[in-house]
C-alpha cells in the first residue's frame, strides 16, 4: 500500500493526450514539491519532471505536470508508442522523513 | 557522461547480508549524494534511504533502520548499501540513483541489481 495514489493503468491512441493522477495528503504533496519518474519495460527510472512542473534537460516537452493542494497530475501529450511505460510519482513526506512514492500507472498506446 | 554501475545479482539465504555497490563516473563525486531504491517484482518503487558523499551524513527509511548502512568511498567513488537479516519479501532490484540536496531529486539511476532471497 503505497502513500501516494495513482490510478494502475491509463491508455490512448497515437496523438492523443493522457493525463496521470497522484493523490497524497498534507504530508507529503501538501507540503512538498511532486516528482515524476518514468521506467520503460526492463529498464531503471528515469526523473520526468522536477518540483511539481520542471522537465530536465532531455525530457520532451510533451511532458508536462502541475500540482494543487495536495493531488498532482501528469500529463503526456501526442502520445506515441516509445510512450508505453509505467510513471510513478514521488514526493517528500516529512512525518517519514524520507521519499513516498506512488503505486505507478502503467500507460499503454493502443 | 553520468554513468552508475552495479555489482551484479546476488543470490542469498534468509538470514543472511547482502552489499550492493555502485561505482560513479562522469561527476565530482563528493558534490552528490546517493538515494536507494528497491523494487520488488511486479511492485512500485521503495526508497530506503539517502547518504552524502559529501560528509557521510546518512538518513535511513524507518522501515529499514536498523537492517540498513549506506557508505561511500571517494577514492573509489563508490556508494555502498548493505541489507542484513534478509527475508524473502526483501528479493527485489535494488537501484542507486545519484542525488544532490536543493538539486534534481534522484536524476542519474544505476541499471539495478537483483538480490534474490530463498532457502
Known amino acids: 500500500q503505497s502513500d501516494l495514489t495513482q490510478p494502475p493503468s491509463a491508455s490512448g491512441t497515437p496523438g492523443q493526450s493522457v493525463t496521470i493522477s497522484c493523490s497524497g495528503s498534507r504530508s507529503n504533496i501538501g507540503n512538498n514539491v511532486v516528482n515524476w519518474y518514468q521506467q520503460l519495460p526492463g529498464a531503471a527510472p528515469k526523473v520526468l519532471i522536477y518540483?511539481?512542473?520542471q522537465r530536465p534537460s532531455g525530457v520532451s516537452d510533451r511532458f508536462s505536470g502541475s500540482k494543487s493542494g495536495t493531488s498532482a497530475s501528469l500529463a503526456i501529450s501526442g502520445l506515441r508508442s516509445e510512450d508505453e511505460a509505467d510513471y510513478f510519482c514521488?514526493?517528500?513526506?516529512?512525518?517519514?522523513?524520507?521519499?513516498?512514492f506512488g503505486s505507478g500507472t502503467r500507460v499503454t498506446v493502443l | 557522461q553520468v554513468q552508475l554501475v552495479q555489482s551484479g545479482a546476488e543470490m542469498k539465504k534468509p538470514g543472511a547480508s547482502v552489499t550492493v555497490s555502485c561505482k560513479a563516473t562522469?561527476?565530482?563525486?563528493?558534490?552528490?549524494?546517493f538515494s536507494w531504491v528497491r523494487q520488488a517484482p511486479g511492485q512500485g518503487l521503495e526508497w530506503m534511504g539517502w547518504i552524502s558523499a559529501d560528509n557521510g551524513n546518512r538518513n535511513y527509511a524507518q522501515k529499514f533502520k536498523g537492517r540498513v548502512s549506506m557508505t561511500t568511498d571517494s577514492s573509489t567513488t563508490t556508494a555502498y548499501m548493505e541489507l542484513s537479516g534478509l527475508r524473502s519479501d526483501d528479493t527485489a532490484v535494488y537501484y542507486c540513483a545519484r542525488e544532490q540536496l536543493g538539486g534534481i531529486p534522484m536524476d542519474f539511476w544505476g541499471p539495478g541489481t537483483l538480490v534474490t532471497v530463498s532457502s
Open positions: 514521488s514526493a517528500w513526506h516529512d512525518s517519514l522523513n524520507g521519499y513516498v
Open positions: 518540483s511539481n512542473n
Open positions: 562522469g561527476y565530482t563525486f563528493d558534490r552528490y549524494g
